[in-house]
């Protein structure tokens, strides 16, 4: 009986810990956000604990989690909604009931998860593309790319390329009734990486120059260049996304090997011959003043890892720090920011980056937002702040697609 006590003494002391961890002060619904953070916390220490006693990998507990809110594709009275493929990957449509005498605009969305985790079948995707298309009478494609560690880098990115060449055939947009010229790719997180990663590609490809109308991205990730940005300082320890997590599972999608994510906690993961692309992340020059506060810049640290691995190298990787002959030709975009979120300073520069070689962009910052407040949508995790964050980003599109 005393040793149940203790390990319940134990267990309630650990819980309190999480939950009144400390959170901004703006942040609206604090009590949800701190039960929310503390379940987040409470998971990923589980999944932590059986990884070591060697019971279960520590994605693949995470994975069972989020699968528990997976959806059918249901159709309503508004929308059709079918599961298929494009070029064999999976996409779910979402295909507007209402007549219409013209073609209907598109948007391709790619989820979020950190390359790991997450479907089109997550129950907020679900509700955002049934959202999209009802609202702004759209044809919505979700895509779900296979997942590291199983499908490694560039496996995701891949295929979201071949999704969005297949969709973007002319016989392929008639099918639907798309209008091929008001087609827009758009992402959260990890999808807003390889939503912008893929943009740069399709607007750099003859064969497929200027088909893209937009892009959204939603508190996107855009570099693993620096990871001591002033957000990555401010925000470490989250709320719902922390350091320590966001880079165990975003190491994941390059490789298991945990000396990786060790180096970059550090930011001293860089290989030789990375200097090049320093100074097209350097928040010093791009980020705007009011963000910089009292932080002092420093390069990151490179050759330190061994072995080094040269794929972080690799453009697709960092939307970020490509160059302005890269980003001149990138259509209209849209991208919302989070304060509290330590990806904020991403989707900052890139804003900078693309209005400094002449690209169109609208900007929403939201002041007490948090990273992933579209995944808390619905019950019983619901947040007002995911409303608001999908209220922005469709009201966007229906003005400007």
């Known amino acids: 009986m005393g040793y149940k006590t203790l390990c319940f003494g134990l267990t309630c002391i650990l819980c309190a810990f999480y939950i009144f961890t400390p959170i901004p002060e703006n942040i609206e619904e604090p009590w949800k956000v701190r039960i929310t953070d503390a379940a987040i916390k409470t998971t990923s220490l589980v999944a932590t604990i059986l990884e070591k006693i060697g019971l279960k990998r520590f994605e693949d507990f995470l994975a069972i989690i989020v699968k528990l809110d997976y959806t059918q594709p249901i159709s309503d009275e508004n929308v059709t909604v079918m599961d298929t493929t494009f070029n064999d990957i999976p996409v779910r449509l979402y295909l507007p009931k209402r007549k219409r005498e013209s073609q209907r605009p598109a948007v391709i969305f790619i989820h979020g998860g950190a390359f790991v985790l997450g479907s089109y079948k997550h129950t907020p995707v679900d509700l955002l593309n049934r959202w ?11 895509v779900d790319p296979r997942l590291a560690p199983q499908y490694p880098f560039p496996v995701p990115y891949e295929d979201v390329v071949s999704v969005v060449k297949y969709f973007l055939q002319d016989k392929i947009l ?41 892009q959204a991205l939603i508190y996107p990730g855009l570099q693993v260049v620096d990871v001591s940005m002033p ?55 791009f980020l705007p003043e009011e963000y910089k506060k009292n932080h002092v810049y420093t390069e990151p640290i490179i050759g330190k890892l061994n072995p080094s691995y040269s794929i972080l190298l690799d453009s697709r990787l960092s939307p970020l720090a490509a160059n302005e002959s890269q980003l001149r030709n990138l259509p209209l975009t849209y991208i919302l920011t989070c304060e509290h979120d330590i990806l904020r300073d991403d989707g900052l520069m890139y804003v900078s980056r693309l209005q400094n070689v002449g690209v169109k962009v609208s900007h929403d910052h939201m002041e007490d937002g948090i990273h992933g407040g579209l995944s808390f949508m619905a019950a019983p995790f619901y947040l007002k702040l995911g409303i608001r964050i999908k209220d922005k980003y469709i009201n966007w599109l229906e003005e400007n697609l």
């Open 231 to 285: 957000s990555h300082r401010e925000n470490e320890h989250g709320p719902f996304l922390s350091m320590k997590l966001a880079i165990k599972l975003a190491c994941l999608y390059f490789t298991r090997d945990k000396a990786l994510p060790q180096a970059m906690m550090k930011n001293q993961h860089m290989p030789h011959g990375s200097m090049h692309l320093f100074k097209l992340v350097n928040w010093s020059t």
């Open 174 to 214: 008639a099918k639907y009734g798309v209008d091929p010229n008001r087609i827009c790719i758009s992402g959260d997180s990890s999808g807003g990486t390889l939503a912008a990663g893929v943009a740069q590609l399709i607007q750099n490809d003859p064969e497929f120059k200027n088909k893209l109308k937009a």
């Open 132 to 142: 999209t298309a009802n609202k702004v009478d759209a044809v919505v494609v979700g």
